[in-house]
């Protein structure tokens, strides 16, 4: 859904209060999370989606990974997993559900979760994804909305999936890009996750579909501050700028220009096509990470140690006249 038609319709729904609801939908963080006693809460998510790779195997990794992230960008641990399937039965094989649903379990068993079960309806159209639940220390809970000025922001995966992923559906991108982006998605975010609690972090989400800005947009306006992206350090993915100046653009994006562009500031100097990659919508993206200034250069050292990728991309600013400022 287009961020402005979701915020629209979040916006009629009375947010939910409970003594030991620690985390709601008010801030739109990446999942809820309830306190089950002092040391442990419960934190839950769900996301599905239709196939942006033509393997079924390759899509159920994928859209695991993808679900799982919001687990891991609020810092907690993936415990179990429910399947959820829209089916064309009768229009396509039974085999390729279970090619998605092998691609998933054995993301899942990645994560060190179990599938416990799911639920399955007929659809005109393919969809997969998963339902999770997992535990969180109460007092470790990393929110998008505790970004403090002065901290560093990370990004632990390149951007550019939307475009090559157009670009397979348009048959515009070969198969060694389509076997790079498909690796990537199906990167679990869970080395990254735990080494952002390690150091610290005042706040993290995760970039999918509303791209890098939108993302960003959620952690300034939720923690109060303005965040300065620095468009020279992004890291891309191969031919991602090749793809934006040929129109490979998802619709998602699109969108989230329209809903972005009045809270935030790009100078025109800044490449166009680079523009494009900042609000192309990502799929299983990395984690933006906001890192305390003082343990930033320790958790890059020991990101490279671990072989996390982890780019700084930003800064964290006292609030001004936009939540996000590029240069």
């Not at 809820?32 to 942006?52: K, M």
């Not at 891991?72 to 090619?99: H, K, W």
């Not at 100078?267 to 166009?272: K, L």
Request: charged share 20%; proline share 6%.
């Amino acid at each position: 859904m287009a961020p402005k038609l979701l915020v629209e319709a979040l916006e009629a729904i009375p947010p939910a209060y409970h003594p030991d609801l620690l985390v709601g939908f008010n801030t739109a963080d990446d999942a809820g999370v309830f306190r089950i006693n002092d040391r442990q809460a419960l934190v839950q998510t769900v996301d599905f989606f239709p196939p942006i790779v033509d393997d079924p195997f390759d899509f159920g990794r994928i859209a695991a990974a993808n679900a799982l992230s919001d687990i891991y960008a609020m810092g907690g641990r993936p415990l179990t997993a429910l399947n959820i399937v829209c089916f064309p039965s009768g229009d396509m094989p039974i085999e390729i559900l279970s090619q998605v649903l092998r691609g998933g379990a054995e993301k899942i068993e990645e994560a060190g979760a179990v599938v416990v079960g799911g639920h399955s309806i007929k659809d005109k159209e393919l969809k997969f994804g998963i339902a999770t639940a997992g535990l969180i220390d109460p007092t470790r809970i990393i929110t998008n909305s505790h970004a403090q000025v002065g901290d560093w922001l990370y990004l632990t995966k390149p951007l550019g999936t939307g475009l090559i992923t157009t670009g397979i559906k348009r048959n515009a991108v070969g198969a060694e890009l389509a076997a790079i982006v498909t690796a990537q998605m199906a990167q679990l975010n869970k080395k990254a996750s735990e080494l952002m609690v390690q150091f610290g972090a005042h706040a993290a989400t995760d970039v999918t579909g509303y791209g890098l800005l939108g993302h960003a947009l959620e952690i300034a306006r939720a923690s109060r501050v303005t965040i300065r992206i620095y468009s020279e350090r992004l890291p891309l993915m191969p031919e991602a700028l090749k793809l934006a100046e040929a129109g490979m653009i998802p619709a998602g994006s699109k969108a989230n220009r329209e809903y972005v562009q009045s809270y935030a500031a790009i100078p025109e100097t800044v490449d166009e096509n680079l523009v494009l990659v900042m609000f192309d919508a990502q799929t299983s993206g990395g984690l933006l990470i906001s890192i305390p200034e003082e343990r930033a250069e320790l958790f890059e050292q020991e990101s490279g140690k671990q072989n996390v990728f982890a780019r700084l991309v930003g800064q964290i600013e006292p609030l001004s006249e936009v939540h996000i400022k590029v240069e």
